[in-house]
């Protein structure tokens, strides 16, 4: 929930859960701006021509923030949301958001009552969640809305071979029943991120064999859809009824080696900032942090940064995760700690604590991406956003709320 607070000057506010955070101005914060997200989503739908855009709001909003970030995304043109976990699609609802939402991933005993009382469309992928949700609904009376998905080759979730034709004739006979009514047919790409990978296209046509198979067995299906946020942007054949980004929606590119977000007209939503806990002089030789993995080379100052890998900083960030202080790039220096790391400032840095530190943001200021952090630390940038810790309050710019 966005609350009217206000943290620093501006019209930012503070999220993580409704309140300030408790212990005055916080050590690190989250800035996310909600305009970007709105302005992402609106490229995204330029790309997506007739087809509709679900904005993927799974994981917190990608760490952003799930409410604001949907919220954002609708003002932006998104008509569906997308989540992995049904508590993320009830967190929608109980919010006051009315868009069509999807959730797609659940165990044996998920309660798939609460999501057809929420009006939640559920993926089915196997005749055990076909069979609880069908329950479900003749429990409720009601219909439950559900999107078939297929495994077209990621071979992860989806009905494979020859499951698909057993999952949509037993779907059928529940929809003729009234139990449940199949809007959609639906699927995931193995190497979207790379356009020309020849699994793309072999994907995109079991696809097409799919709904096709739904269309003779009688589905009157509302929406096809196969399309993340790579495929949403380099291959519009691909779009179908509806398109699924995630990533793209928070202005990150999902496609590094073909262009960076600027290229894709995409704007990163979130900046992670912290302020400085400590500067201090040390001489040359001493070793910083845990196990003196960085030994400094001159006479300098180094900074504390209050941020470790509790709060999502990757522990292989040690000496390399990129920083910019005051305007000039810096480099984590020593191990990075649970709650904080050390930064080498240099011989002649004027920089005292409770100055600002940027470990990534959009770029445009010359500070460090969430890609770049990506690269140093052998990830993606998915996973450098999304590990965000809970300690670390999103801070609201722009949106209108
Ligand atoms: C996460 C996810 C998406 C969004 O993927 P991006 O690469 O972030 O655009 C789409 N569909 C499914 C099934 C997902 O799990």
């Known amino acids: 929930m966005v609350t009217d607070e206000i943290q620093g000057s501006g019209d930012a506010r503070v999220g993580a859960g409704g309140a300030a955070y408790a212990g005055g101005r916080a050590p690190a914060r989250a800035t996310v701006d909600l305009d970007a997200i709105r302005h992402n989503v609106e490229v995204l739908g330029q790309h997506a021509g007739s087809a509709a855009v679900m904005a993927v709001v799974?994981?917190?909003?990608?760490?952003?923030?799930?409410?604001?970030?949907?919220?954002?995304?609708?003002?932006?043109?998104?008509?569906?949301?997308?989540?992995?976990?049904?508590?993320?699609?009830?967190?929608?609802r109980d919010s006051d958001i009315h868009v069509p939402v999807m959730s797609?991933?659940?165990?044996?005993?998920?309660?798939?009552?609460?999501?057809?009382?929420?009006?939640?469309?559920?993926?089915?992928s196997a005749l055990w969640s076909l069979a609880e949700v069908a329950d479900a609904a003749r429990t409720l009376g009601r219909t439950a809305r559900i999107h078939l998905k297929v495994d077209?080759?990621?071979?992860?979730?989806?009905?494979?071979?020859?499951?698909?034709?057993?999952?949509?004739?037993?779907?059928?006979?529940?929809?003729?029943?009234?139990?449940?009514?199949?809007?959609?047919?639906?699927?995931?790409?193995?190497?979207?991120?790379?356009?020309?990978?020849p699994t793309v296209q072999s994907q995109q046509e079991r696809f097409a064999q799919a709904v096709r198979d739904a269309e003779r067995a009688g589905c009157d299906l509302e929406v096809r859809h196969i399309a993340n946020s790579a495929a949403t942007l380099t291959n519009p054949g691909a779009a179908f009824d509806m398109v699924?980004?995630?990533?793209?929606?928070?202005?990150?590119?999902?496609?590094?080696?073909?262009?960076?977000?600027?290229?894709?007209?995409?704007?990163p939503a979130m900046t992670l900032s912290a302020d400085l806990a400590v500067t201090k002089r040390v001489p040359a030789g001493q070793g910083l942090s845990y196990g003196h993995q960085y030994v400094t080379s001159e006479d300098t100052t180094v900074g504390l940064v209050p941020m470790g890998y509790a709060d999502g900083i990757p522990r292989n960030a040690t000496n390399v995760g990129p920083l910019s202080v005051a305007g000039a790039r810096h480099t984590v220096s020593g191990r990075v700690c649970m709650d904080q790391f050390v930064v080498d400032l240099g011989p002649r840095s004027g920089s005292r604590a409770g100055?600002?530190?940027?470990?990534?943001?959009?770029?445009?200021?010359?500070?460090?991406?969430?890609?770049?952090?990506?690269?140093?630390?052998?990830?993606i940038s998915y996973e450098i956003i999304t590990r965000i810790g809970a300690r670390v309050p999103r801070v609201y710019l722009g949106g209108q709320q």
């Open 355 to 379: 100055d600002q530190v940027t470990l990534f943001g959009a770029g445009d200021s010359g500070e460090p991406t969430a890609q770049d952090w990506a690269q140093a630390t052998g990830t």
């Open 58 to 92: 799974k994981a917190d909003g990608y760490g952003h923030g799930l409410v604001p970030s949907a919220r954002a995304a609708v003002s932006g043109g998104a008509s569906w949301l997308g989540v992995a976990q049904l508590s993320e699609a009830l967190a929608l």
């Open 244 to 267: 699924r980004p995630g990533l793209a929606v928070y202005g990150l590119s999902p496609v590094p080696s073909l262009g960076d977000p600027t290229y894709f007209r995409l704007r």
């Open 152 to 197: 077209t080759g990621l071979g992860r979730n989806g009905a494979f071979g020859e499951d698909w034709p057993v999952l949509l004739h037993a779907a059928r006979s529940l929809e003729a029943e009234g139990a449940v009514r199949i809007v959609g047919v639906w699927s995931h790409f193995i190497f979207a991120d790379e356009p020309a990978h």
């Open 104 to 124: 797609w991933l659940h165990v044996p005993g998920a309660d798939f009552a609460a999501a057809i009382a929420g009006d939640i469309d559920l993926s089915v």
